[in-house]
């Protein structure tokens, strides 16, 4: 197959995406579908996505990543193409986006209220962000918040496909039996994994920062009771500086920009083992009830 070039507009970001693989093509044309094209000369990220050469083409077949033609890493199995993709790109942003602060965690909002989850993998983070989508919360943010450096603590939508990892996939389809999500890719590093759309509402409101109002630190724990617990902004402030990809190297401009979202946020420790229960919750919290 001839390579095809795709462009896309994903939040305040330009993306050309190149391929000869059709899975590559027809996946990326299913998960963003929905976003807007990219009409101008102009890229942000200029992105391949190719099979290995040589006798890797026929023999356990795997695929190369490239930003401008270089490979900033070891290729993967053709099978895993997709999600290489979705990997690619949050390395792309997390190593050269610096005009914002960038830390792991999702953001979601409703109603002018504003959470952001920030946890380890594995915690549950993805999970209770595709269940608040699925309950009416917009999406800004799954994987990458990005933290404006003006003291406003605002938070640039990128809303992107949610991550969703081995049994959170079945969680979420019975859970929203509407909701899109592409095909699985198993056996990664990760184990198995799918992506759900992001809701076209969200991409439309792309444009539209947000404020955060609190940060939450999930954890999913079997047969947990559903709760919140308090903590420390010190404790909360050490905790999202370890989850961001660059407050060591914004230096000043980073821990003021920390220092504005734990100051004008309530913070918590968040355990649930039922995701109605815990959706509930949050839902109290953006009418002012809880």
């Known amino acids: 197959m001839n390579p095809q070039t795709l462009s896309l507009k994903v939040g305040p970001f330009s993306i050309q995406v190149t391929s000869g693989l059709p899975e590559v093509i027809s996946g990326v044309q299913h998960l963003y579908g929905h976003y807007p094209v990219n009409d101008n000369a102009f890229h942000d990220f200029h992105v391949t996505v190719d099979g290995a050469s040589g006798v890797r083409r026929w023999w356990r077949p795997q ?121 699985v890719c198993p056996d990664t590093a990760k184990g198995d994994v799918a992506h759900m759309l992001a809701p076209e509402d969200s991409v439309n409101r792309s444009h539209e920062e947000a404020k955060i109002n609190w940060v939450i630190f999930p954890r999913f ?23 961001s990809f660059n407050f060591n190297v914004l230096g000043d401009e980073g821990f003021e920009a920390l220092n504005h979202v734990i100051t004008q946020s309530a913070c918590y420790d968040f355990q649930y083992s039922d995701l109605d229960e815990a959706i509930a919750l949050f839902d109290r919290m953006a009418e002012g009830k809880g």
């Open 221 to 243: 724990i079997q047969g947990a009771v559903t709760s919140l617990t308090q903590r420390t902004k010190a404790q909360s402030f050490l905790n999202l500086a370890r989850q």
């Open 63 to 183: 695929a190369n990543f490239k930003l401008d033609g270089i490979l900033p890493f070891k290729p993967l199995p053709r099978t895993q193409a997709l999600p290489m993709f979705e990997w690619g790109l949050n390395w792309c942003m997390t190593s050269y986006c610096h005009e914002y602060l960038v830390i792991h965690a999702a953001v979601v909002e409703k109603q002018g209220k504003v959470l952001l989850l920030s946890a380890p993998p594995g915690a549950g983070k993805s999970t209770l962000c595709a269940g608040l989508v699925c309950r009416g919360w917009r999406l800004l943010s799954d994987e990458l918040a990005f933290v404006c450096l003006d003291g406003s603590a605002n938070v640039v939508p990128l809303a992107r496909p949610v991550c969703l990892k081995n049994r959170a996939i079945e969680v979420i389809r019975e859970f929203s039996p509407e909701a899109k999500i592409g095909p």
